[in-house]
């Protein structure tokens, strides 16, 4: 036993690190941090206990006040009685420890069991209260859709009610009577604490269920697209409003909902506050006086009405739009002579000149939409259909299609997450001020543009100014120039594109194909899980108040995913910063629907980033194999492969037909590696030759887990060995730095905590 002290915020064990010993609180409280959720150890609590049946740490352990613990070591059960000879009285020690634990995190499965068993009662209930309100003021219900998804919780087994009594109770005893109670025999000890232990790690992994759970249903109630319960309680308050009718009932039930969301903790306050802060200003007495429906409840009517087949919705987009007659007309005869041809993916002239039309039609009349909805009221199913799908016409989608895309338009949401975004969201956001438009096809950005138009006379330098910070020019430029070069790049077959969506391009359901945020971002995450440090990037921190001037520290900045309004076939790596720093955000484009394998498609855009983020750090040496780099030296293995000793004839025969596969483009060959390098070779089947394998390993690391499976494979034994000498220097370099900034008066905050952790992945 030894006495370990830990200041508060210290990271000081973490998930995936092998057992290596069990650290009884004295002083103090730890936090055991899992993936969503956190659960805090007090005085008597055993850090490391959740980890004896694994081996390894199962959550990150952070200090959340100075601590004093008691470290002993532990590889196994036998260990114990190693402890326990030390002095019997360990004995009860630990078991009571184990006995708090098991407590505390059995209260924790309890508090959510319940809370997702009333959650969904609360959703019925209220759903069933809004009906009958709807019948009470007289005016049609919305049908949720959404809802008929949701199911009670059920759980993959559950904890009984006696086994959290027993714990609750065993927690309450004092160490004398447990003392008294084992009899310091350490076969009962060792029993007691690893039941105790079984019985945490179930409900950890229930809590994990429930948690998820909670998550994916949340929405349902409140949510960012306002496609929710309480928005139909907001619509039917507005409604009801002009009716003249009582509203106290209503407004009771909905401060009721209001409670309720703020006192579950499932909401984010910046959530709760816009969506509250909406229907809190609104000014419903007026409404009342006046006894009308405003504009934007017409527009709710228009799109909560039940999907019909037949329905003219390219007359409703026009409408919605206010396109102008004439040309309206003429784009109905143009889309008609299109659904008319016997091959619409010919390419002979006339076709390719209907095509084109059409094209040059069809963004016109998306800007058109897209402004419109700025307008607010409520957007019609057809003109979303439109905005994120890129549909228009029902017999060219295809009635079952239209079907699906229709119901789709209730649950954008799934489309949607803070790195994930439908177009319609994408161009919104740049509306709003939230993000930059994108560079266009000459790499050129926004400001870039403007300077060159005025150096061109064609604009003058007032002008550059105003246009600077017009965010309609703004929204107008990428409309122009990043949205349809990429609708048309990720729909793949570039020489038949139409941007309107037809039942040629749809090969399969519409759920199968659509691209939601899990899934890009579940794709995501599984690339990173391998290629660890793909998203990091070196930048600077400074702290001149303690002597901190500049230091070099990890950052992870995510992708942003924008996806495009077609079923397509391909994935673009647009850009790989949002602008001139480098710590942010590359933009992804996707179609909204595909049928190749998201895998193929994210790795592939991934391995093109790799390439181009070093290309933009390294700037004019990106090359310069001096200057060692991943695009330099990958730039030199491809350039003089041919006088490589260390590649075999047969290894050199793939790399020239490889070249040839990519038209000589090294960046190509290298993504082809690239998708080898995580597909293949991270799980120990060889692809690459042995130099290739030398300078992606070297830029593009596996996770610290994959690297302990390999390791014991000639093959990486080398490279795996420099790579921990090479990373033990840098931790170590930080570890000097941080502690000197600590002694300073320093505070490790969460940017170097994330730094410091990324030397142990």
């Known amino acids: 036993?030894?006495?370990?002290?830990?200041?508060?915020?210290?990271?000081?064990?973490?998930?995936?690190?092998?057992?290596?010993?069990?650290?009884?609180?004295?002083?103090?409280?730890?936090?055991?941090?899992?993936?969503?959720?956190?659960?805090?150890?007090?005085?008597?609590?055993?850090?490391?206990?959740?980890?004896?049946?694994?081996?390894?740490?199962?959550?990150?352990?952070?200090?959340?006040?100075?601590?004093?613990?008691?470290?002993?070591?532990?590889?196994?059960?036998?260990?114990?009685?190693?402890?326990?000879?030390?002095?019997?009285?360990?004995?009860?020690?630990?078991?009571?420890?184990?006995?708090?634990?098991?407590?505390?995190?059995?209260?924790?499965?309890?508090?959510?069991?319940?809370?997702?068993q009333d959650y969904y009662g609360k959703l019925m209930d209220y759903y069933s209260e809004y009906k009958k309100m709807c019948t009470d003021y007289q005016i049609s219900e919305k049908t949720f859709h959404r809802l008929a998804s949701a199911k009670p919780v059920q759980l993959n087994g559950t904890i009984e009610k006696w086994t959290m009594d027993y714990y609750a109770k065993m927690s309450t005893l004092s160490l004398k009577y447990l003392d008294q109670f084992l009899a310091r025999d350490y076969e009962i000890g060792i029993g007691e604490i690893q039941n105790a232990v079984c019985w945490m790690v179930r409900a950890v992994s229930l809590i994990k269920e429930l948690k998820n759970y909670l998550q994916i249903d949340r929405e349902l109630l409140l949510s960012q697209t306002e496609e929710d319960l309480f928005q139909l309680y907001f619509e039917l308050a507005k409604k009801a409003a002009g009716t003249g009718m009582e509203m106290e009932p209503l407004f009771q039930k909905i401060s009721e909902i209001i409670e309720f969301c703020r006192e579950s903790h499932l909401f984010s306050d910046q959530l709760m506050n816009e969506r509250f802060t909406e229907y809190q200003n609104y000014d419903f007495k007026q409404q009342q006086e006046t006894g009308k429906i405003g504009e934007t409840d017409i527009g709710l009517e228009e799109a909560l009405e039940e999907y019909e087949e037949g329905i003219d919705y390219l007359g409703q987009i026009l409408e919605y739009t206010e396109y102008e007659k004439g040309k309206a007309e003429q784009f109905k005869n143009t889309l008609q002579k299109y659904k008319n041809l016997p091959d619409r993916l010919a390419t002979t002239d006339d076709v390719r000149k209907l095509r084109k039309n059409i094209t040059q039609e069809f963004y016109d009349i998306y800007e058109l939409a897209f402004y419109r909805s700025l307008k607010g009221g409520r957007i019609p199913a057809a003109v979303k259909m439109f905005l994120n799908f890129g549909f228009m016409d029902e017999e060219l989608a295809g009635v079952d299609n239209t079907h699906s895309l229709y119901d789709l338009t209730q649950?954008?949401?799934?489309?949607?997450?803070?790195?994930?975004?439908?177009?319609?969201?994408?161009?919104?956001?740049?509306?709003?001020?939230?993000?930059?438009p994108s560079r266009n096809e000459f790499d050129m950005d926004y400001t870039n543009y403007l300077n060159e138009q005025k150096k061109t006379g064609k604009i003058t330098a007032a002008q550059v100014k105003e246009l600077a910070v017009n965010h309609r020019e703004k929204v107008s430029f990428e409309l122009k120039n990043m949205f349809i070069?990429?609708?048309?790049?990720?729909?793949?077959?570039?020489?038949?594109?139409?941007?309107?969506?037809?039942?040629?391009?749809?090969?399969?359901?519409?759920?199968?194909?659509?691209?939601?945020?899990?899934?890009?971002?579940?794709?995501?995450?599984?690339?990173?899980?391998?290629?660890?440090?793909?998203?990091?990037?070196?930048?600077?921190?400074?702290?001149?108040?303690?002597?901190?001037?500049?230091?070099?520290?990890?950052?992870?900045?995510?992708?942003?995913?924008?996806?495009?309004?077609?079923?397509?076939?391909?994935?673009?790596?647009?850009?790989?910063?949002?602008?001139?720093?480098?710590?942010?955000?590359?933009?992804?484009?996707?179609?909204?629907?595909?049928?190749?394998?998201?895998?193929?498609?994210?790795?592939?855009?991934?391995?093109?980033?790799?390439?181009?983020?070093?290309?933009?750090?390294?700037?004019?040496?990106?090359?310069?194999?001096?200057?060692?780099?991943?695009?330099?030296?990958?730039?030199?293995?491809?350039?003089?492969?041919?006088?490589?000793?260390?590649?075999?004839?047969?290894?050199?025969?793939?790399?020239?037909?490889?070249?040839?596969?990519?038209?000589?483009?090294y960046r190509e060959v290298f993504v082809k590696d690239y998708q080898s390098w995580i597909r293949y070779e991270s799980k120990g089947s060889f692809r690459l030759n042995k130099v290739a394998r030398d300078i992606i390993f070297r830029y593009c690391p596996f996770n610290k887990e994959i690297r302990n499976l390999l390791r014991a494979n000639p093959m990486y034994r080398e490279m795996f060995e420099k790579f921990e000498i090479l990373k033990e220097r840098k931790k170590r370099h930080t570890e000097l730095w941080y502690d000197r900034y600590q002694k300073k008066g320093g505070q490790i905050n969460e940017e170097l905590q994330i730094n410091w952790d990324f030397y142990d992945l």
Not at 412 to 424: E, H, M, P, S
Not at 607 to 624: A, H, S, T, Y
Request: hydrophobic letters at 35%.
């Open 411 to 436: 649950e954008l949401g799934r489309c949607k997450a803070d790195n994930v975004f439908t177009i319609y969201e994408w161009l919104l956001s740049i509306y709003r001020g939230e993000n930059e």
């Open 485 to 665: 070069s990429t609708n048309r790049a990720t729909y793949g077959k570039i020489s038949t594109f139409c941007p309107v969506l037809c039942e040629d391009d749809i090969i399969s359901s519409v759920e199968h194909m659509l691209i939601t945020a899990e899934k890009a971002n579940g794709m995501l995450d599984q690339i990173r899980k391998i290629d660890y440090s793909l998203f990091y990037r070196e930048v600077g921190y400074s702290d001149p108040e303690h002597d901190v001037n500049m230091e070099q520290i990890q950052k992870e900045v995510l992708p942003n995913i924008i996806l495009m309004p077609n079923a397509g076939s391909k994935a673009m790596m647009w850009q790989e910063t949002a602008g001139i720093k480098k710590d942010t955000s590359a933009r992804f484009i996707f179609p909204i629907m595909t049928v190749v394998d998201i895998e193929d498609l994210m790795t592939e855009a991934c391995g093109r980033f790799r390439w181009e983020m070093c290309r933009k750090i390294q700037g004019v040496r990106w090359n310069d194999v001096t200057e060692a780099s991943l695009t330099s030296e990958y730039n030199d293995y491809i350039q003089y492969y041919r006088k490589n000793h260390d590649l075999s004839p047969d290894a050199k025969e793939k790399i020239k037909n490889a070249l040839s596969k990519a038209k000589n483009n």
């Open 1 to 116: 036993m030894e006495t370990v002290k830990v200041s508060k915020g210290r990271h000081f064990l973490k998930k995936g690190e092998k057992l290596k010993g069990l650290f009884v609180i004295l002083q103090g409280s730890v936090r055991a941090v899992f993936k969503n959720d956190e659960i805090i150890m007090e005085a008597g609590s055993i850090v490391g206990l959740l980890g004896t049946t694994s081996d390894t740490y199962p959550c990150d352990y952070v200090a959340e006040s100075d601590c004093i613990l008691y470290a002993y070591p532990y590889r196994g059960i036998e260990d114990y009685k190693k402890i326990f000879a030390a002095d019997e009285k360990y004995v009860a020690v630990f078991t009571m420890g184990a006995m708090h634990e098991a407590a505390t995190v059995l209260r924790r499965y309890a508090t959510f069991y319940k809370m997702a």
